[in-house]
């Protein structure tokens, strides 16, 4: 299929919709967690679509590690401020001040994982019990696991051999005190799907998705943006060249690729050629084979 002629799979616009419908029915205290990334902008898209002409009713939850994109932040607020939308952020840093988060030292430390450590402290300050996310199964193998409601015991935790069957597009949002749900309502899109979308519903993104220059280092193959928060050695030498973000995080966890894609469609045909997965420029997903799979266990979106 040619992916500009329009023909998003609207069908699965329709399922995401439902998904989104059903969180507000089943659960008393949703939010949608929101990191200004192409995924969380769409789960945006939908849950407007969701409540059309009503407001999207449940707040957005932001867990910021401070080392986030500053291009990101700024489309955050942007975003919020026009659609008038109700928005938590909560501090990695406050969690690492009250000292039950301890911060990485070393060449590869980010806060990334400690991510976990506030985003639970959140859900038990505000009493959510369903938190929508965008994971996609096409990411990884350990969201590949992911059912699109995904119970957490009363610890965050997640267990793939307990996850419930979901038939028929019967989703169980059913828990036991202390317990909460992660849900996915596109969990069955595909990185094409979104991008498709995006340039269909004609979505507003942060810049740093499309080719720019910026001041970068090589480091185990891979092209790391130049940053205060990310540690560095002499070897290592600072030079600008014209990149994009496939995928948007910490900074100290993601990588660019070398690009000239400035607008969408270039974006769309350079994916559709990449010998690389969209993860693969996730850093923190190369500290080992089960590097996802860990995170989730303990908490992790």
Same mark, same amino acid.
């Given at each position: 299929?040619?992916?500009?002629?329009?023909?998003?799979?609207?069908?699965?616009?329709?399922?995401?919709?439902? @998904? *989104?419908?059903?969180?507000?029915?089943?659960?008393?205290?949703?939010?949608?967690?929101?990191?200004?990334?192409?995924?969380?902008? !769409?789960?945006?898209?939908?849950?407007?679509?969701?409540?059309?002409?009503?407001?999207?009713?449940?707040?957005?939850?932001?867990?910021? /590690?401070?080392?986030?994109?500053?291009? /990101?932040?700024?489309?955050?607020?942007?975003?919020?401020?026009?659609?008038?939308?109700?928005?938590?952020?909560?501090?990695?840093?406050?969690?690492?001040?009250?000292?039950?988060?301890?911060?990485?030292?070393?060449?590869?430390?980010?806060?990334?994982?400690?991510? /976990?450590?506030?985003?639970?402290?959140?859900?038990?300050?505000?009493?959510?019990?369903?938190?929508?996310?965008?994971?996609? &199964?096409?990411?990884?193998?350990?969201?590949?696991?992911?059912?699109?409601?995904?119970?957490?015991?009363?610890?965050?935790?997640?267990?793939?051999?307990?996850?419930?069957?979901?038939?028929?597009? *019967?989703?169980?949002?059913?828990?036991?005190?202390?317990?909460?749900? &992660?849900?996915?309502?596109?969990?069955?899109?595909?990185?094409?799907?979104?991008?498709?979308?995006? &340039?269909?519903?004609?979505?507003?993104?942060?810049? @740093?998705?499309?080719?720019?220059?910026?001041?970068?280092?090589?480091?185990?193959?891979?092209?790391?943006?130049?940053?205060?928060?990310?540690?560095?050695?002499?070897?290592?030498?600072?030079?600008?060249? !014209?990149?994009?973000?496939? /995928?948007?995080?910490? *900074?100290?966890?993601?990588?660019?690729?070398?690009?000239?894609?400035?607008?969408?469609?270039?974006? @769309?045909?350079?994916?559709?050629?990449? !010998?690389?997965?969209?993860?693969?420029?996730?850093?923190?997903?190369?500290?080992?084979?089960?590097? *996802?799979?860990?995170?989730?266990?303990?908490?992790?979106?």
């Amino acid at each position: 299929m040619n992916v500009f002629n329009g023909q998003f799979p609207r069908e699965l616009e329709d399922e995401s919709i439902y @998904i *989104m419908r059903e969180v507000a029915a089943q659960f008393e205290k949703p939010v949608l967690l929101f990191s200004g990334g192409k995924d969380s902008i !769409t789960l945006v898209r939908l849950a407007e679509k969701a409540f059309y002409p009503g407001k999207i009713p449940f707040p957005l939850l932001h867990v910021d /590690t401070g080392h986030n994109f500053p291009e /990101t932040i700024a489309f955050r607020d942007a975003l919020v401020e026009e659609l008038g939308l109700e928005l938590h952020v909560r501090y990695v840093q406050d969690s690492i001040d009250k000292k039950i988060a301890v911060e990485e030292s070393g060449k590869y430390a980010s806060r990334n994982a400690l991510q /976990t450590v506030t985003l639970l402290a959140a859900i038990e300050e505000f009493k959510f019990d369903a938190c929508i996310g965008g994971a996609r &199964r096409d990411e990884e193998k350990a969201r590949a696991k992911e059912r699109v409601f995904s119970v957490r015991d009363d610890f965050g935790q997640w267990d793939a051999k307990k996850q419930r069957p979901e038939l028929f597009d *019967m989703l169980n949002g059913r828990i036991n005190v202390g317990e909460n749900v &992660r849900v996915f309502p596109i969990s069955n899109w595909t990185e094409i799907d979104v991008w498709n979308y995006i &340039r269909e519903e004609k979505l507003e993104i942060p810049s @740093i998705y499309y080719a720019h220059e910026r001041e970068v280092f090589q480091r185990d193959g891979m092209i790391w943006p130049n940053s205060t928060f990310i540690n560095k050695d002499e070897s290592e030498k600072i030079e600008t060249r !014209t990149v994009r973000f496939r /995928t948007v995080g910490d *900074m100290t966890c993601t990588a660019a690729v070398e690009s000239d894609a400035d607008r969408i469609e270039r974006v @769309i045909e350079e994916i559709l050629s990449a !010998t690389i997965s969209e993860r693969g420029a996730r850093i923190d997903d190369k500290r080992s084979e089960a590097a *996802m799979e860990k995170r989730k266990q303990y908490g992790y979106f």
